[in-house]
């Protein structure tokens, strides 16, 4: 996906890709990007281009033809860290093959593995701690001058806010409240990644957000690595329920999607604003990890499967129609058959809309990396498989419930391949979860409006169905 070439200017629409592929070029030299992981990790290389482009460089579309490729990586999980790994050695057969100068290693990975990158790849010509993407330009004329850099700044120093050069389409885009977590959960190694929890004040994200509106955006998508702890690092408070509240206001924004939302702070207070407030969709993330108690607190987390349990019951009793996204882990060490039972029982009983299920990764600096009982890899998959089975039976049960019933869908373009339009549901985060896919019968829409779509079928868990004239 090529990034736009102005802030808040984002590219044409394009079906969703599972990575951002960002270049810009100057006179002299040319600059690509290729963005890897989640979407907090989108917003900072958005940043970066924008900085990029203030510095003088414009926008183009081809990392090969690049002078210098940035590899804003991920480092969160094994199989995260292999795909950053596999591009970084994609770009070093192009500059191997003289088609570009040098390659720069940012990102979560960037920060976490410092020296052993350019000692292991050693085609690399800078890495750059998450404190420097601020410096990103200065970086750049460093490796164009031939000088192999390394440079990790406090973690603090990565801006909060700032100008971005959006890559999303132009009618949604991610808006990122904090940074860092204080959470600690045993098997994470976000904290020492990205540092302490740090809110944005509300004023300087209600001022991008309204910036957004003007230029087109009419979803708005929450992220942090806990959204549901905003503002308790600068008021003693949390401050979520507030914050939406006024974004609520912003003219222009038609849905706020809110992700990432820890199930210890969903207050009564939040769970009423998302209930009565319409700009809100209905739709909550809410990353679980297990419902085994025992489980829960060895991953340093709290709850239980009856206290999990109740508090969903409440959720969907007081928001109407509300959508359950969540996430799993199988295979966390000490994990028993007993303990996985209960988990594959919980999905049945609970019934998620969304759900997504990964095998536990040891991450080295962890606590959960030094416990005993570690699983074996194949019964970790294994039990993984099992819930991604068991899920997508639900969520086709659950799509063919809609069979007759109207969506209001955003459109997001045209699939030539399958010969239809696509677009989401409130059910539907982008990236992340499924698409409705629909015929027009008359006045073809546009990517941004919203339709309505008779649903007259679903297929692998995607709906299908006809525009309303």
């Known amino acids: 996906m090529v990034y736009g070439a102005t802030p808040y200017m984002p590219a044409p629409s394009k079906p969703p890709v599972d990575r951002e592929r960002m270049v810009t070029t100057n006179m002299a030299y040319r600059i690509g990007m290729v963005s890897l992981g989640c979407a907090k990790n989108q917003v900072d290389a958005e940043m970066m281009m924008a900085s990029l482009k203030k510095s003088g460089y414009l926008l183009a579309n081809d990392p090969a033809m690049a002078d210098v490729a940035i590899v804003n990586t991920c480092g969160f999980i094994d199989a995260a860290k292999q795909e950053s790994i596999d591009e970084i050695l994609e770009l070093a057969k192009l500059k191997a093959e003289g088609k570009i100068k040098a390659i720069v290693v940012t990102g979560c990975m960037a920060e976490r593995y410092r020296e052993e990158i350019r000692k292991e790849l050693p085609e690399v010509d800078a890495v750059v701690g998450i404190g420097a993407d601020s410096g990103i330009a200065e970086v750049i004329q460093q490796v164009l001058d031939g000088k192999k850099t390394e440079t990790f700044p406090e973690k603090t120093l990565l801006p909060l806010e700032g100008e971005r050069a959006l890559s999303t389409p ?112 209905k739709y909550i993330d809410l990353p679980l990890q297990h419902c085994s108690a025992r489980l829960l607190k060895a991953m340093r987390r709290s709850g239980s499967r009856e206290e999990l349990t109740a508090l969903i019951q409440k959720m969907r009793a007081r928001i109407p129609n509300l959508i359950l996204r969540t996430t799993l882990i199988t295979g966390f060490p000490g994990e028993t058959e007993e303990d996985f039972t209960e988990l594959a029982e919980f999905v049945r009983e609970i019934k998620f809309e969304r759900l997504g299920c990964f095998a536990y990764s040891r991450e080295e600096g962890t606590a959960a990396a030094e416990m005993p009982d570690q699983i074996d890899d194949e019964v970790k998959q294994h039990r993984m498989e099992l819930i991604m089975e068991e899920q997508m039976g639900l969520m086709q049960e659950w799509g063919e419930s809609f069979i007759g019933k109207t969506q209001r869908i955003l459109v997001e373009g045209f699939d030539r391949y399958a010969e239809c339009w696509f677009g989401r549901s409130y059910a539907d985060a982008p990236d992340i979860d499924g698409k409705v896919f629909f015929t027009v019968s008359s006045k073809k829409p546009k990517p941004g409006d919203f339709i309505q779509v008779k649903i007259t079928d679903c297929v692998d868990g995607d709906l299908t169905g006809e525009q309303l004239n």
């Open 170 to 281: 132009s009618y949604f885009a991610y808006l990122k409240i904090a940074e860092g977590c204080d959470n600690r959960c045993a098997y994470c190694a976000i904290p020492f990644i990205r540092g302490a929890y740090r809110s944005r004040t509300m004023e300087n994200i209600l001022e991008e957000a309204r910036g957004l509106a003007r230029n087109g955006v009419k979803e708005l998508v929450l992220i942090a690595q806990d959204t549901t702890k905003y503002g308790r690092d600068l008021t003693g408070k949390l401050m979520l329920p507030q914050l939406l509240r006024e974004l609520c206001k912003i003219e222009g924004i038609e849905w706020i999607r809110i992700l990432y939302c820890y199930p210890d702070a969903i207050t009564d207070e939040l769970i009423d604003t998302i209930a009565s407030e319409p700009k809100i969709v």
